[in-house]
């Protein structure tokens, strides 16, 4: 039987392109590519079969994907040389690894796996990061570019392997779409959906069943909902000692030589993984749920985060590491809560105030005319029906929706930034954190296109425009804690705005007050 897909596989084994791990056991390939198990069942491997042995451009990640013993360092040595390149980091790494090697036995309990983002500058070491988590595998490590390959690509180099790593680097924000999606779509365990040509035109969907490292220059905060498939690391060190230099290169010197035999000796546990695993997983879900109680953590960013403690926490009575559970947990805490942090700052709701919040610095909106900041005792809406007293005075932001807006779509599209239908944006706001309610009728004044108040002359008088149109109601205090918005704030106490008409209409109503002049 010809083995396609090296790593875990379903009858019981771990194979790599020369070999197979089985019982407890290596079996080599022979020289025409076939391993003899003691079961009596025979596999072909045919990247070292000497048909191939002259054709160098066929099985090439099949011929990496090797296991050799040029290596004889402990694997508590080795997790001891990154944490002390790496810290932290190097840490979450290491609990990444072991996640991955039985990848498919978390995603039954769980039905996703996010992956690991390596961001930083150039020369942080990011990358390195990843050279050394995939010598677990493969001795000199080549990722591919995200930015040069084809999804096809992708999605090849992602298929190749089981319960393994796969590296991908140089990602960026502006990648083609349907790329961005296509990494989406490995949280969940989908990849490339094709049509097999050789199967009666049927579609088929790529498999994903190995952990995925994506490294790059570029926060993935262009898309939020990518963003919060992965586990975010940041590399912000471009300086380093000559004793931090030579604790790299020594670590590079080692990782080249691969670590397979680390990988071996761990898959020795996975009956312990698949015994013990779905109950240290809720038993780590547990814990970090009550140590972040009372802070509003996303649920997918937890259960992301949860994974690589859990698979720790399943296996830190086996394996020898140079931290405890309780330093990782006080790690994977605070990684969770930064992370957290740039997913409410860089999701489609944060993005709108963000470009309110250039509008304004930058004289395209004008208080009065497309919002208004209120403080108020009491304050009645529309929608929901109905009334709320404050406390204290409460400044409130009146936001006028429909110039606003527009003014959104077209900040977003002249900046090159992806917005949000109109209708999807307003069920946003109208359900986050920070809304009260929307009013029918504010009045708000004409601005003409120079930015001055439109005015008209009736009966000899100068007279100044303004039309009552509907008006979001936001806690200013809220946006400001949260988005770091910045309006000016009247601290007149008003229990209802006497020049807000209560109608029941939404039709706009011009109205032409006397200027105080």
């Known amino acids: 039987v010809e083995i396609t897909q090296l790593g875990n596989n379903d009858n019981g084994f771990f194979a790599f392109g020369n070999g197979i791990f089985y019982n407890d056991e290596w079996f080599p390939v022979d020289e025409n590519g076939v391993v003899r198990l003691p079961n009596g069942e025979n596999y072909y491997l045919p990247a070292f079969s000497s048909i191939w042995s002259n054709s160098p451009k066929l099985y090439r990640w099949e011929r990496k994907f090797i296991h050799q013993s040029l290596n004889g360092i402990s694997f508590y040595d080795f997790c001891n040389h990154i944490v002390s390149v790496f810290g932290d980091n190097g840490m979450i790494g290491i609990c990444y690894y072991l996640a991955s090697l039985f990848r498919d036995v978390i995603y039954k309990q769980t039905q996703h796996f996010p992956m690991l983002?390596?961001?930083?500058?150039?020369?942080?070491?990011?990358?390195?990061?990843?050279?050394?988590?995939?010598?677990?595998?493969?001795?000199?490590?080549?990722?591919?570019?995200?930015?040069?390959s084809t999804i096809a690509a992708l999605a090849s180099v992602v298929e190749q392997t089981a319960n393994a790593l796969v590296h991908l680097d140089e990602f960026k924000n502006d990648i083609d779409l349907r790329k961005r999606e296509f990494l989406k779509g490995l949280w969940d365990g989908t990849g490339r959906t094709k049509m097999n040509m050789d199967n009666d035109k049927k579609k088929e969907t790529t498999q994903v069943d190995s952990g995925v490292i994506v490294?790059?220059?570029?926060?993935a905060t262009a898309d939020v909902a990518l963003f919060s498939r992965m586990l975010f690391l940041e590399f912000n060190n471009c300086e380093f000692s000559k004793q931090q230099q030579l604790r790299f290169d020594k670590l590079k010197e080692i990782r080249q030589k691969?670590?397979?035999?680390?990988?071996?000796?761990?898959?020795?546990?996975?009956?312990?993984?698949?015994?013990?695993?779905?109950?240290?997983?809720?038993?780590?879900?547990k814990e970090l749920q009550n140590k972040t109680e009372g802070k509003m953590i996303e649920t997918r960013n937890l259960m992301n985060w949860v994974i690589p403690l859990a698979a720790f926490r399943t296996l830190k009575n086996v394996v020898n590491v140079p931290f405890s559970y309780e330093k990782l947990f006080e790690s994977v805490v605070s990684f969770m809560l930064n992370q957290n942090e740039k997913c409410k700052r860089n999701n489609d709701i944060a993005q709108f105030w963000n470009i309110l919040n250039y509008l304004k610095s930058d004289g395209?909106?004008?208080?009065?005319?497309?919002?208004?900041?209120?403080?108020?005792?009491?304050?009645?809406?529309?929608?929901?029906?109905?009334?709320?007293?404050?406390?204290?005075?409460?400044?409130?932001?009146?936001?006028?929706?429909?110039?606003?807006?527009?003014?959104?779509?077209?900040q977003g599209r002249s900046a090159g930034d992806v917005t949000i239908?109109?209708?999807?944006?307003?069920?946003?706001?109208?359900?986050?954190?920070?809304?009260?309610?929307?009013?029918?009728?504010?009045?708000?004044?004409?601005?003409?296109?120079?930015?001055?108040?439109q005015v008209t002359m009736v009966d000899g008088k100068v007279k100044e425009t303004t039309c009552t149109e509907p008006a979001l109601c936001f806690d200013y205090s809220t946006l400001k804690?949260?988005?770091?918005?910045?309006?000016?704030?009247?601290?007149?106490?008003?229990?209802?705005?006497?020049?807000?008409?209560?109608?029941?209409?939404?039709n706009q109503q011009c109205n032409e007050p006397e200027l105080p002049f």
């Open 421 to 453: 239908p109109e209708a999807s944006l307003l069920y946003y706001l109208e359900n986050s954190k920070g809304y009260l309610g929307t009013k029918r009728s504010v009045r708000f004044k004409q601005i003409s296109a120079n930015g001055l108040n």
């Open 215 to 219: 490294s790059g220059q570029e926060m």
């Open 117 to 148: 983002n390596l961001f930083g500058p150039k020369g942080t070491g990011k990358s390195e990061l990843g050279h050394c988590l995939m010598s677990f595998f493969v001795a000199k490590n080549e990722a591919p570019n995200i930015e040069n």
């Open 364 to 410: 395209l909106i004008y208080n009065d005319a497309d919002y208004k900041v209120k403080s108020y005792s009491k304050m009645s809406f529309d929608k929901p029906k109905g009334s709320v007293e404050f406390k204290n005075l409460t400044p409130i932001l009146l936001l006028r929706k429909s110039r606003i807006f527009m003014l959104y779509k077209k």
């Open 258 to 285: 691969g670590c397979t035999h680390i990988t071996l000796e761990l898959l020795r546990f996975r009956e312990k993984f698949c015994l013990e695993f779905s109950q240290n997983y809720r038993e780590a879900t």
């Open 481 to 506: 804690e949260l988005y770091e918005l910045s309006l000016e704030v009247e601290t007149t106490d008003i229990n209802d705005e006497p020049e807000e008409s209560q109608t029941n209409s939404d």
